[in-house]
């Protein structure tokens, strides 16, 4: 690990704006673009009172991590937090089912949305499914560069997908382009609406569209201020994304019906077009492209961090400790690529939606496991120094734990749905945790659930 600090520290540190460029642009994804346009479908002024309520989830979530990153910051992933609280098992599974998984399913839905915006744009064009390759292939590429060119790059993507959405928000809000007549949607809007308690059952669809500013955590060693930026960014980072979101799915229901925003494969082209006409399908392509773009570069710096961390702990190969003259894990960064480009290529988006529900759920077993972590330190460890500490401790602990228990069980509306993203999920779990039994027992000779402090 000390080879990749003195490699990184040579490379200018990332300041506030790119941290908060990394948190927004891997947040901002198609699927939370299409999640908030279908929960303000569903719920109107009853799913703002939800996006508030996953807000302040958020922000528990963001504390915990913050805590743990700066306690630790020599590595900078949960594996390192969790090794220290609970044991090398569970340290194994936060990260492989929370994140390794995840992002080997998402990132190919995110292309897969990329091919089918461009098939709308470019109908006879016979390369569009080539297009997410490339860009995939030039992220992978500069990833491998080092964190210059990463934040550079990110800075760039966040600018102008956040451009984008608050061009859309507010020219909407304000009631389109001269040319495009706001009529009336049926989308209920009233207090009375927001308070009778279906806001809760909508609490789980907006969390989707606060979940990932972690990311930022295992890029600790390349920021500048660490004990300020961490906390700071993640909780701006929040916020911003809040009324971008806010903004941009009230403006929808000036021109959408409830109904169009549901039945919309894609209610994000649908909503641009019906704001700005027939540009509104370049819009739209230009959100998907960097959406998904701001996703992959932010994936292919972080997580192979993660498994490089894991590696010099011995939680994963020790191939995957290489890193490159630019200081980044060069192994890690290529495994990871193509393990996502795989899915891409051989799988349809219908079946990979299910899969990402599945993982995406076991994503939540690492919040839980973060809070966690949190807790069992503050007894084991009460005297070590935290550059950071959680306010009005153990409130957003309790809350972050209970509040991520009921997202995994409303992870779906239909109940035919929700039974088989738990099976999948259960099968995912399973399958990691046998291997990390295994692992941690035979090759660590380790017990599984013994901290460990090296």
């Known amino acids: 690990m000390g080879a990749l600090n003195n490699s990184e520290s040579k490379n200018s540190k990332l300041s506030l704006v790119s941290m908060i460029a990394i948190c927004v642009g891997l947040v901002i994804v198609q699927g939370a673009m299409i999640s908030a346009l279908q929960g303000i479908g569903i719920g109107g002024s009853a799913f703002v009172l939800a996006m508030f309520c996953a807000l302040i989830i958020a922000q528990c979530n963001a504390m915990s991590f913050a805590e743990l990153a700066l306690m630790f910051p020599q590595e900078g992933t949960l594996a390192t937090y969790t090794q220290k609280a609970l044991g090398h098992f569970p340290a194994i599974i936060a990260v492989f089912a929370g994140y390794v998984v995840v992002a080997i399913l998402a990132i190919p839905v995110e292309m897969l949305l990329v091919e089918a915006i461009l098939n709308e744009l470019l109908p006879s064009f016979e390369y569009n499914k080539a297009i997410p390759i490339v860009l995939l292939g030039g992220l992978t590429l500069t990833s491998l560069i080092g964190a210059d060119v990463f934040s550079k790059i990110q800075n760039v993507l966040a600018f102008v997908l956040i451009g984008a959405l608050i061009l859309v928000g507010l020219v909407a809000v304000t009631g389109g382009l001269p040319e495009e007549g706001v009529r009336q949607s049926n989308v209920v809007w009233s207090l009375e609406s927001a308070w ?73 082209l649908a909503y641009t077009q019906a704001v700005f006409g027939k540009i509104g399908l370049i819009i739209a392509t230009i959100l998907a492209i960097t959406a998904t773009c701001s996703t992959i570069n932010t994936v292919l710096t972080s997580v192979p961090k993660m498994l490089h961390g894991m590696a010099e702990n011995k939680q994963a190969f020790p191939q995957l400790k290489a890193i490159n003259r630019y200081g980044s894990p060069w192994v890690a960064i290529v495994f990871l690529a193509v393990c996502t480009l795989m899915p891409y290529i051989f799988l349809e988006i219908d079946s990979l939606l299910i899969l990402v529900i599945a993982a995406t759920t076991s994503w939540l077993l690492a919040y839980i496991i973060a809070h966690i972590d949190v807790l069992v330190l503050r007894i084991r460890l009460p005297n070590m120094q935290r550059q950071y ?17 009921y997202v995994a069980l409303n992870n779906s509306p239909d109940p035919s749905v929700t039974k088989l993203v738990y099976s999948i999920t259960g099968g995912i779990l399973v399958v990691v945790s046998v291997i990390a039994a295994l692992w941690v027992k035979l090759y660590m000779k380790k017990g599984l659930f013994d901290p460990d402090m090296d």
């Open 196 to 268: 009778n308690g279906g806001f809760i059952g909508l609490i789980a669809l907006a969390m989707w569209m606060m979940v990932g500013v972690e990311f930022i955590c295992p890029m600790i060693n390349q920021v500048k201020s660490p004990t300020r930026n961490i906390p700071l960014s993640m909780q701006l980072s929040l916020v911003i994304i809040f009324v971008i979101f806010l903004m941009f799915s009230y403006g929808s229901t000036r021109f959408l019906s409830g109904e169009e925003l549901l039945q919309s494969p894609l209610p994000y």
């Open 389 to 405: 500490r959680t306010p009005f401790y153990p409130i957003p602990q309790i809350i972050g734990i209970i509040a991520m228990i």
